[in-house]
């Protein structure tokens, strides 16, 4: 009986595993095939063109826009807010109050962040549909995952190291700058990067903010498309599958490349550091 | 005349005031920093909430009509609902119910099942899949699933409720996969060695030891995939069908919360706009409730 039941489960547990894997690779697969026709030279660094048969530089454009503006802006609030509550915070109700904000950014849905930043970025503070105001809107979505990334690596720090250091003299602040952060670097990339993997996966937000003119931005103050808001439109417009997938294709690759950077830094400042 | 050791000395003061100064003001910018994540939560709140409660403080509507009213027509000054959080909540229930024992299973599988070399290659993979960007996900629900649906359950449109639920299971298996292996992981060595030593199979130590002892990582993942789940948007449009009624069975057409938002943004003025704001609250306050309700259940198991 006992026998019967654990096969039946070892069963089921086989079966499970066989089904995630395989819708995965289902959707990976199905992506590529679908896309791969259409990739080329010419699509990936070709302008958009309305009628059909043009490539989306203009969308990868856009892309790096917001993940270089949000970031030149995330990352140093980030971490700064992270060295905060690491290094200088009492442990108390101000510091209660902060990571409640911080857990509780993360919990929001990108819909409410699209909505939030349509009526104060877009129109409060009159910036319109524009790259800056995604950008902006992108920003405090990734900023809790900058502050915990980067509270994590400053866990990872010995103790040792603050202690030697500030016992021959230096200041805290020259602790910080020369000891703490440099050995806690590893871990604030790897946090940097994910946060590059959420802005280039993000839509709903972005398309509240940013809009959808297929077109190149001419500044960070005009309405363009990001990739994954294009791949959704493409869709949704012209239920063009194939061109969809393309997109998705460049995303996976990029996404892919992010990762893998995310571990090789990781792994190789490490050992640079022990 | 100074000697050049007093000037030395009044440099180091000098330069030892300057260095304390700027201690002081450095932790006053990292404060200012660390207080923006805050100013950040209470300006959304404080935007999303002002704008969506402006038509029931002002504008005379009744909150219960806008709760409980199933219809919505915007030309009409009708703006109801309900449709929309009962297919929000099928949605999302129905996503859990296929999604988590699945997602579950398979971490089972990689943490305790699988030989070393299949799980090392498996389990970054499928943490890479949780990178993939969601609408990629709703493409593949659109040219896939939609399809098969239409064809073998003689659909008219094989975009439903059913298609929704199947793509956020799908969405959120990486996710779900990934933090319960982290947590099936962390369960200490000795757990399963005193288990099987007391002569429990490994199945039999898997499900009433070692689960039981996950059981708080393990809800930490399905808190993520119900976030995920009930926030998500763009690519529960392309698999929605997006109409306006209650759905009744697994193959009506539905219109999510944020499909809603997403789908009428774009030319939403005056008080339709704000309505889309108070479907944001609702949806807002959706999420709060349902991370409540399971914080305490995780909290009752301990």
């Known amino acids: 009986m006992r026998q019967t039941k654990d096969a039946l489960l070892r069963g089921l547990l086989w079966a499970s595993a066989a089904v995630s894997v395989g819708i995965l690779v289902l959707i990976v697969g199905f992506i590529f095939y679908k896309g791969i026709g259409y990739i080329s030279f010419d699509f990936i660094f070709g302008d958009y063109s309305p009628t059909g048969g043009g490539g989306i530089l203009p969308m990868i454009v856009t892309t790096i826009y917001t993940i270089a503006i949000s970031l030149i802006i995330a990352t140093p609030l980030g971490i700064l807010a992270a060295v905060y509550l690491q290094e ?77 250091s500030l016992a021959l003299g230096t200041t805290k602040l020259q602790t910080l700058y020369k000891v703490i952060l440099p050995s ?9 990067i994910l946060s590059i993997g959420r802005i280039v996966g993000e839509s709903a937000a972005i398309f509240l903010t940013a809009g959808t003119v297929a077109a190149m931005p001419d500044s960070i103050f005009s309405s363009a498309r990001t990739l994954t808001v294009h791949s959704y439109l493409v869709t949704q417009e012209s239920g063009d599958i194939g061109l969809a997938a393309a997109v998705g294709i460049v995303l996976i690759v990029l996404i892919f490349a992010i990762n893998m950077t995310a571990t090789f830094i990781s792994k190789k400042l490490n050992k640079a550091d022990f | 005349m100074t000697s050049p050791v007093d000037t030395t000395k009044t440099d180091i003061t000098k330069a030892n005031k300057r ?72 949605a999302t229930v129905g996503a859990l119910i296929i999604g988590v024992p699945i997602g579950l299973f398979t971490a089972i599988f990689l943490a305790e099942i699988a030989p070393k070399s299949v799980a090392r290659i498996l389990s970054p993979a499928i943490q890479l899949l949780a990178g993939i960007p969601s609408v990629l996900y709703g493409v593949f629900g659109l040219a896939i699933i939609v399809p098969f649906l239409q064809n073998n359950l003689g659909l008219a449109r094989g975009q439903s409720l059913i298609a929704v639920i199947i793509v956020l299971a799908i969405m959120m298996l990486p996710t779900i996969v990934t933090v319960c292996e982290t947590a099936i992981r962390a369960v200490p060595k000795t757990y399963r060695e005193g288990s099987l030593a007391l002569g429990a199979s490994q199945i039999g130590t898997i499900f009433k030891v070692i689960v039981p002892a996950a059981k708080s990582g393990i809800l930490a993942a399905i808190v993520l995939g119900l976030g995920r789940a009930i926030g998500e948007t763009m690519a529960v449009i392309l698999v929605a069908g997006n109409a306006l009624i209650i759905p009744t069975s697994l193959t009506d057409s539905v219109r999510p919360l944020t499909t809603n938002i997403a789908l009428e943004m774009g030319y939403a003025a005056g008080t339709h706009q704000e309505m889309l704001f108070a479907t944001g609250i609702v949806l807002f306050s959706f999420i709060l409730i349902l991370n409540f309700v399971l914080a305490k259940i995780a909290k009752g198991g301990q």
Do not use: H
């Open chain 1, 88 to 164: 200088y915070a009492k442990q108390g109700r101000l510091v209660n109050m902060i990571r409640f904000a911080t857990e509780s950014l993360t919990g929001i849905p990108s819909i409410i962040y699209g909505l939030f930043g349509a009526v104060f970025f877009v129109a409060t503070l009159k910036l319109g549909m524009s790259i800056i105001a995604a950008s902006l809107t992108l920003t405090i979505i990734v900023l809790p995952v900058i502050i915990r990334t980067t509270e994590e690596a400053l866990k990872t720090v010995p103790a040792a190291y603050r202690e030697g």
């Open chain 2, 19 to 90: 260095k304390y100064a700027m201690e002081k003001v450095s932790s006053k910018i990292f404060l200012i920093c660390a207080l923006l994540s805050v100013f950040s939560l209470v300006l959304i709140v404080g935007f999303v909430f002002y704008k969506g409660a402006t038509p029931f403080v002002a504008g005379g509507y009744s909150f219960i009509d806008f709760i409980f009213g199933s219809d919505w027509v915007p030309s009409e000054d009708k703006f109801g609902i309900w449709p929309m959080i009962v297919a929000s909540l099928y």
């Open chain 1, 184 to 192: 806690a670097m590893p871990g604030i990339l790897s946090g940097i």
